[in-house]
């Protein structure tokens, strides 16, 4: 299963022809302090770049959740990572997940959907589930690819993010991800 293959069956829900890189899998993973949550929501793990450096980071007594809405990248996480809890089911499920797993709120929230790929409605959607899952100090990240950032769903998107979290902030840009990206680290 290739990722450019689910890319031209899939362009809107997967973003990107090409997976992120290791790079940014280290970015987006090293700013929480992963070892010290106890709960983790990765949504959109796609083919699991993220996910790896995840497992590599968190706690034994962590709480690990993914929701990928694909069902092929679902079985290609399932295949690489058989320990991690993976579910085919949207973003929007999140409080669902958690409730499984006996929790009624998450302390961490990483992201690689395609938020510049959304309409207005959907971005609110998922934000608004995202922010009600996370507990108050909770903290999101999520990966923009600068190329979305400007057009008006990125550009709104970030508008949301700035009205709805206490904190935003921006990484570095990463350009030799490609396409090049960089992370929003919001804090509720």
Same mark, same amino acid.
Request: charged share 20%; aromatic share 12%; with cysteine.
């Given at each position: 299963?290739?990722?450019?293959?689910?890319? %031209? /069956? &899939?362009?809107?829900?997967?973003?990107?022809?090409?997976? !992120?890189?290791?790079?940014? @899998?280290?970015?987006?993973?090293?700013?929480?302090?992963?070892?010290?949550?106890?709960?983790?929501?990765?949504?959109?793990?796609?083919?699991?770049?993220?996910?790896?450096?995840?497992?590599?980071?968190?706690?034994?007594?962590?709480?690990?959740?993914?929701?990928?809405?694909?069902?092929?990248?679902?079985?290609?996480?399932?295949?690489?990572?058989?320990?991690?809890?993976?579910?085919?089911?949207?973003?929007?499920?999140?409080?669902?997940?958690? %409730? /499984? &797993?006996?929790?009624?709120?998450?302390?961490?929230?990483? !992201?690689?959907?395609?938020? @510049?790929?959304?309409?207005?409605?959907?971005?609110?959607?998922?934000?608004?589930?995202?922010?009600?899952?996370?507990?108050?100090?909770?903290?999101?990240?999520?990966?923009?690819?600068?190329?979305?950032?400007?057009?008006?769903?990125?550009?709104?998107?970030?508008?949301?993010?700035?009205?709805?979290?206490?904190?935003?902030?921006?990484?570095?840009?990463?350009?030799?991800?490609?396409?090049?990206?960089?992370?929003?680290?919001?804090?509720?």
């Amino acid at each position: 299963m290739s990722f450019f293959i689910q890319f %031209l /069956k &899939h362009p809107v829900l997967t973003g990107s022809a090409v997976p !992120s890189s290791k790079e940014l @899998a280290e970015l987006i993973t090293d700013i929480p302090s992963l070892h010290k949550k106890n709960c983790i929501v990765e949504l959109g793990p796609g083919s699991g770049i993220f996910t790896g450096e995840i497992l590599k980071k968190l706690s034994t007594e962590s709480c690990f959740i993914c929701l990928e809405i694909n069902p092929a990248f679902v079985s290609k996480i399932e295949d690489n990572y058989p320990d991690v809890n993976i579910y085919h089911a949207s973003a929007k499920d999140i409080k669902k997940y958690l %409730l /499984k &797993h006996n929790k009624m709120s998450t302390d961490c929230i990483i !992201s690689a959907l395609p938020w @510049a790929g959304f309409n207005h409605h959907l971005q609110t959607e998922i934000l608004d589930e995202i922010y009600d899952a996370l507990e108050v100090g909770g903290e999101f990240l999520t990966i923009a690819l600068l190329q979305g950032t400007f057009f008006p769903p990125g550009i709104k998107f970030k508008q949301m993010l700035k009205e709805k979290f206490r904190t935003v902030e921006k990484s570095k840009i990463l350009w030799r991800n490609f396409p090049p990206a960089f992370i929003y680290h919001c804090i509720k």
